[in-house]
């Protein structure tokens, strides 16, 4: 880190031992992302309960080239949160994901979804059950009867415009789906 880590205790006493198992959780994320500039972590132990001991609330936020990431481990949904490592742990995994997201997003991993190809049909065969498709560059796309979407196949017609997912089939490019934008 380029910045030195910052532990924050909140409504309860500092301990050596919690803020030396926080800098230990930090150290492994440095040492998985080593982009990382700065870390501040806040463990606060919420009011007693009755029947119950302290509620922990950690929060970590992190900075890295570009982007800030913030981990908040919210007590109410785990009453596991009674234990104030195991509320450290979860905050650091939920951390090391967002991470993991991150790098994959600066490797240029991340899944992004093409916009569906346009078209027209030029060809109905319906007694075989397929037609084809044209594309603005002129390509043909073969599609069958069920790969149409939200529309009867027998009601479509030469000339209407469409949306498809195109995918290599065993006689050449196929649309997977095919939806109808406007008729003819």
Same mark, same amino acid.
């Given at each position: 880190?380029?910045?030195?880590?910052?532990?924050?205790?909140?409504?309860?006493?500092? $301990?050596?031992?919690?803020?030396?198992?926080?800098?230990?959780?930090?150290?492994?994320?440095?040492?998985?992302?080593?982009?990382?500039? $700065?870390?501040?972590?806040?463990?606060?132990?919420?009011?007693?309960?009755? &029947?119950?001991?302290?509620?922990?609330?950690?929060?970590?936020?992190? $900075?890295?080239? @570009?982007?800030?990431?913030?981990?908040?481990?919210?007590?109410?949904?785990?009453? !596991?949160?009674?234990?104030?490592?195991?509320?450290?742990?979860?905050?650091?995994? !939920?951390?090391?994901?967002?991470?993991?997201?991150?790098?994959?997003?600066?490797?240029?991993?991340?899944?992004?979804?093409?916009?569906?190809?346009? @078209?027209?049909?030029?060809?109905?065969?319906? !007694?075989?059950?397929?037609?084809?498709?044209?594309?603005?560059?002129?390509?043909?796309?073969?599609?069958?009867?069920? $790969?149409?979407?939200?529309?009867?196949?027998?009601?479509?017609?030469?000339?209407?415009?469409?949306?498809?997912?195109?995918?290599?089939?065993?006689?050449?490019? &196929?649309?997977?789906?095919?939806?109808?934008?406007?008729?003819?």
């Amino acid at each position: 880190m380029k910045i030195p880590l910052q532990v924050t205790f909140r409504g309860f006493p500092h $301990s050596d031992a919690v803020e030396a198992n926080v800098r230990d959780k930090a150290d492994k994320l440095d040492q998985f992302f080593s982009d990382i500039m $700065s870390c501040r972590v806040v463990v606060e132990a919420q009011h007693k309960h009755h &029947q119950h001991g302290n509620l922990y609330h950690v929060s970590i936020d992190l $900075s890295v080239p @570009g982007r800030e990431l913030a981990v908040t481990r919210d007590p109410s949904e785990h009453q !596991a949160h009674e234990d104030v490592y195991v509320a450290i742990r979860d905050a650091f995994d !939920a951390a090391r994901r967002q991470l993991e997201d991150y790098a994959r997003e600066l490797r240029g991993d991340v899944k992004t979804h093409e916009p569906p190809e346009r @078209g027209h049909i030029v060809e109905l065969v319906p !007694a075989e059950d397929f037609g084809r498709i044209a594309t603005p560059n002129g390509r043909l796309v073969y599609f069958h009867r069920n $790969s149409v979407l939200d529309a009867d196949f027998d009601q479509l017609r030469e000339g209407d415009e469409v949306t498809f997912a195109e995918e290599d089939g065993e006689l050449g490019p &196929q649309a997977s789906t095919v939806r109808v934008t406007r008729r003819h």
